[in-house]
Structures are given as C-alpha cells and as structure tokens.
C-alpha cells in the first residue's frame, strides 16, 4: 500500500529544482496534505527537503507506522528542539536559507520555528507546492479513477430509496453510510484556513440557494447556523430539484461530483436549465486545453452563458453571494490550483485536475446544475475522471 | 435558532475583564470555533472585542446569514484592509496593543494584519480563550445533553444490525449514516494544526490496537495510510472486542462516548478488564472535584491501575504509543482544555466539560475501554452529560 518510491523520488526532485531556482537551501514541511504527498505516509511527520540529496522523514507519531509507510524511511523526532540535530545527523548542511508553509503555519509554531534557526532566513515555500501539487502523475490519476467508482454506487442507491416525506437529512445519512461502506474515506482535507466540510451538500428546493461561509455555489441551510452546511431537517418536497454534491476520497484522492434528483416532475423552465447546464460542463471542459490560461476559459465560459442563456444572472449563485469561479483543482484537498476564476492567469498544464461545476441559482426555488472532476490533457480538452448518467433520476 | 444574547454578552463580558487586566485595548478573532463562541455565527467573519464597548461583527461571507444569526448585528467586510476603519466608523478606538490567536493563525495572514497595524502590539490571547471557553455555560450544557440522544440510539440500532461476515467499514457506514439521520451534525472541529477527525473510531479486534498520529488511545487502522485512522475493510470476528468510540455534535457542541459491542463472547480477561475500565471511570469520575488540579487526578488515576489492576502496561495504551491523558476537554471543539494528563496544572472548575476515556489496550487482540463525556459540578464529582447503558452488546 505504499506510494511508489518512483512518485515520491519524482515529486521530491521537481521541488528541489525549485528551491534551487530561488536560492532556498532546503524546506522543513509540516502541513499533512503536503507531508502525505512528499512522504507518502500520513502520519505526524515535519519532511525536511534539501536543494540536493536524500530529503528526511522526521516522526512524532506515530513512528512504526511511518516507517513501514514512508519508502524514505524514518527518523524518530521527540521535539522541535532536536531538528537541526536530525538534519546534520542525516549527513546535511544546516540551510542559511529555509522554506516554510507560510500559507497555513500557525504563527506560534513558526516563532519555535525562527528560534530554532536564529540565523536564518525563512521564505514561504506554499505557492510552489500549491502549483507542483496541482499537476498529477498518472499514478495519482489512478487513485481519482478509483475514487470516482464510488459516486455512481451512491447515485443508482439514491433512486431506490428516495421517497415523499424523506427529509434532506435522512437521505444524506442513507447516501453518507453507503459511499463509506462502498470505501470513501470520509475525512475531506482542505487547505484554507477555517475552510469546513462533511461530505457535501445533499439539498432540495430553496434550502439549496441559500449561500454561507463556504465559498461554492451549493452549500446547503445546514441543521443550524453553528453548522451552516449541507442538509436540513426540512422535507424534500415534490417538484423541488434535489441537489447531490459530494466528494469521494480514496487513499487521500478527492473526486467531486454533482447530479440532480427529484420526487415527481420538475418545472420545464429548471428541466432546460439543467440542459444548458450540462451544455455549458461540456463547453467549458473541450475549453480546458494546455497552454490556455484560466482566467480566459472563465471569460469565455460566462460569456457564453450571457448569450445563449437566459439565466446570466442565476449562473453559479444569485446577487451579491455568487462565486467568481466554475471549477476548482482538487487532489489531496479540495481547494487545490487551478480554479477557473475572473483575472486568474494560471496556465493549463496536462495533468492538472480540475471539478468543473456549472450551476443555475434560481431564488427562491432551488438550484439545478451538474459537476464533474475531469484531467487537462490536450487540444481536445479535459478528459473525465468521474462518470455518472446526466439524466435527472425522478422517483 | 439565535444563541441566546445573553450568553454573548457574559461571554464577552468575560473575555474584556482578561483583556483589561492585560492591558489589551482589543481582539481581533478569525478562528471559527472563537468567532462562533462570541459571535454566535459560523459564518466567515472577523469578530473585534474592544476591551469596553460592544464588539463588532465584520462579515466576509455569507453577510445576510451572520446578520440574521448574530444578536450583535453585522457589519459588511470586503477586504481585510478596510478593518481599521471599520473599527472606528463603529465608533471604536484603534488599538495600541492588540491580541490576536497566535496558535491557530496562518503566518501569511498574521503577516497583514502586522501591516494593517504597523505601529501596534501584537499579543497572542488564544490561551486566555480556550481557558475561557474550556468552562461551559448552562445554556451550553443543555446543548451538550442534546447532543447525548445521538449515541444511545445508535448504540441500540448497532445491536439489530451487527453480524458475522461484517467488516469494520460496513458496520461504520451505517452507524455514521444512522446518526447524521437522528441529527449529528457531522463536520466535527478540532484545534490543534494538523488535527483530522471523521465521526470516530469503529474498529475491533487488533486493528483497534494500532497507534496512528492521531493523540488517543484508539485509533483504528483505516482504511489506507492516507487516511490512517476509523474502520477498515477487515472482518469483524467472533470474539473481537468492537470499540464504538463516535463523537456527536449539535449546534456546534460535541460529545464523546465509547461503548463496547462483540459477535459471540470475549474472554473471561477481556470482559474483567472491561469492568475495570468502568470502575476506573467512576472513580475518574468522582475524583473531578472542583479546586483539584487535572494533574493530580491523573496522578491518582494511574496510581489505582496500577495497585489495582494487573494491566496497567495496557492502560491507555501500550509502549512508545501510550498516550499520556485520560481525559479531554470537549465543546465546540473535540480537543479543548483542560486535560487530564500528565503534570498538568488546571484546576478545575464546575462548568468544565471533559470526556473521561480510560482504556485498555492488549498488543494483537484488541481495546476495551469506556468513555462519556462529564460536566465538573461539586465535591460529589462530575456530572455525566452522554449516558448509555454500560453493558457490552453481544450479537
């Protein structure tokens, strides 16, 4: 079950070029995404990178594991106060200049930190793991795939049980149990601070138009303002679009995925918005081409939908709490480069994994809209990870 | 669904009695869990506590939530540079020394607050919070005891549902849909950097045996390395001792109880050590008097295993992955002060809620142990707050 030594050895030396480039001696890890990519073992672990040579897995917890985990091997760590020992130990220079996580760090961590290494300068490291991680091996590609089996398990589960009187909150226990039990993993790692998730938004009617902290589109009334996420305890009534939007992790790797549902019929006017919903997914997924920038393929995208739609100003939210962006990279977190937002200038790059989520707010009366995690690959577009019928299932 | 003004205001209150005494003019909190405890939202915003007057709420996102949600009413925020004169267009002064949550605070963002505020003191209050926030109020006491109908009613839908042929992963999935069903709010908060938590831990035999970086003393194997902690796809077998170790939150508030389940029987050793675990429980219990330090509990506490029971080799844990507590704070967060560890000095207080877990861990054969989440009350020792019958579930 280890990642193989060939991935961790790849990633490791792409990072290294990039400390060379900008003159860092090496770069002490800590955030767990970060660390699980460049150790391949999820444990409490700081990965201390130098510019050249073998870098090092230092364990706090728990040890064994990470040992047998990490194809770098191990080093037990009993305190922040031995980690310039442990480096010169393993045959390295102390660095003049070191990289840190300034994006996540915790201040009271870093000082321990600047103390340690009185002498010398720290740079922030995140930017460039943020944009190493957001292109995937073809390894990590097919632990996507495998995540992306669950969706349609839950989805054709979803039909059967869904019934007149259920509430939002009885069908997201049902669709939660069975994703786990058919293997997602359940923990959702994002990167942004005080960034919350569980699962996903399973919502019907206007509970889903309601917006909330979480920058997204759907995001559900939540059971109370403490949990502002997700589903209500309300009912899902006839006619109400119901919205499935989850996300599926298997060995760390996220698929995120939206389908619609309903009890009996939905409105002409929301059935031909999900159409030009899924028009638009299909549009904007032959845009996503190597060397093409994202803020261009947004442009393009919301222009689009300005003139060949009539719902511009219900496209992915309404009024003052809609999104500035359609897709979002996701890998290890949720909230990975790139995202497909106004003036974003990242350039598409194979290999990069992007949910692309196209979605009509209609206040008042529930969302309707469709997502799919798919890979940039060539001219002829993105290619897609997840698969699951388009068609709105009616019960 | 507003938490009550007048816990926001004794909290407040509380919170600016500490600042004066430090000579803090003023706290800029950004950490949800704080925000939430003082704003009474969970919503994106920051909350400014001067040290007299009323504190403002400024919001990011969602600012028709939070204004609805927050007796202190609402005020819109639309980038972080506009925060001092927010300040005084609320009629504040601008602080000279300013306390901020040093452990929790990204480093890059702590950075734009040192420009925003060039020629202030910039001091760390997060210990004087979650000291605070480590002492709970009636009111959310009450919400705690809400949170305590989850776990019975799962624990007695696990007696229909467990059989042989089972694995860990099934038994979780319907265990952690069934009480999302009855109301877990799911998304489960913790504090400390780095920290991952998903329902719990469902996991018998060996596996529950298995340390992992998370900071208890039952973990679970999970599923791959990537997510290191839960059920895993294994068998449960006859006679495995099947730890149900979940955490249940409403409106934000979480409790913490482990109970124990089994296909067939379990030793005569196990079931002995078992009913050691619930007598160390009640005298734990019974030892969180009021004006006790939480160390000298735990002193005491390990001082009766070991003249007491012939495993104290097991207690808590076993060798290098022995964890060094007993108990835990719980609230808002599952990691909260005080804890019942080793040469700690908190002396506790009626109001502080702590979950008690002594626990039994037997290298290759599995865990028993018991938890329940306790209020500290008078010299009759702590109040439970979860209840469930003691009894281990035989199927």
């Known amino acids: 079950m280890r990642v193989p030594f060939f991935e961790l050895q790849a990633r490791a030396t792409y ?11 090496g770069a002490l890890l800590v ?8 150790s391949g073992t999820a444990q409490n672990v700081h990965f201390y990178v130098p510019k050249t040579g073998r870098p090092v897995v230092l364990v706090y917890r728990d040890f064994a594991r990470a040992q047998a985990e990490s194809s770098w091997g191990a080093i037990p760590l009993t305190g922040l106060s031995k980690i310039p020992e442990l480096i010169q130990g393993s045959g390295l220079p102390l660095p003049q200049v070191l990289g840190l996580e300034f994006d996540v760090l915790p201040v009271a961590q870093f000082e321990r930190y600047r103390k340690l290494f009185p002498t010398v ?7 460039a793991i943020r944009r190493q991680r957001a292109v995937k091996s073809a390894w990590e590609i097919e632990r996507m795939q495998e995540a992306a089996e669950i969706y349609p398990q839950v989805l054709a589960y979803a039909r059967t049980i869904l019934r007149p009187g259920m509430t939002e909150l009885e069908l997201e226990g049902l669709l939660e149990g069975k994703a786990r039990a058919l293997g997602n993993g359940g923990y959702v790692r994002m990167r942004g601070f005080g960034s919350e998730f569980h699962f996903g938004a399973v919502t019907a009617g206007e509970r889903a138009t309601i917006p909330s902290s979480f ?3 759907v995001v559900g009334q939540g059971l109370w303002p403490e949990q502002p996420a997700g589903a209500s305890e309300a009912e899902i009534r006839t006619g109400e679009p119901i919205v499935v939007d989850t996300v599926n992790v298997v060995r760390g790797y996220q698929v995120d995925q939206t389908r619609m549902l309903a009890i009996g019929d939905l409105s002409e006017e929301l059935k031909k918005a999900y ?13 996503l081409v190597p ?4 803020g261009e393929v947004y442009d393009e995208v919301l222009t689009w939908v300005k003139e060949n739609t009539p719902y511009s100003e219900n496209f992915m939210g309404y009024g003052p709490s809609r999104v500035s962006f359609v897709g979002h990279g996701v890998g290890l977190e949720l909230d990975e480069l790139p995202t497909i937002s106004r003036g974003a200038r990242e350039v598409l790059v194979p290999g990069m994994v992007i949910a692309i989520e196209p979605k009509f707010v209609f206040p008042g009366v529930g969302v309707v809209g469709i997502e799919d995690t798919v890979v940039v690959a060539d001219a002829d577009g993105a290619r897609f990870i997840t698969k699951a019928p388009q068609e709105i299932i009616f019960a």
Do not use: H, N
């Open 15 to 25: 990072f290294q070029d990039y400390l060379r480039s900008q003159g860092i001696d």
């Open 31 to 38: 955030q767990r995404a970060d660390t699980l990519y460049f």
């Open 121 to 127: 300068a720290l740079k922030d490291i995140s930017g």
């Open 215 to 217: 920058d997204g589109p």
């Open 275 to 287: 159409a030009l919903a899924c028009e638009i997914e299909e549009i904007l997924r032959r845009a």
């Open 291 to 294: 060397g093409r920038t994202t």
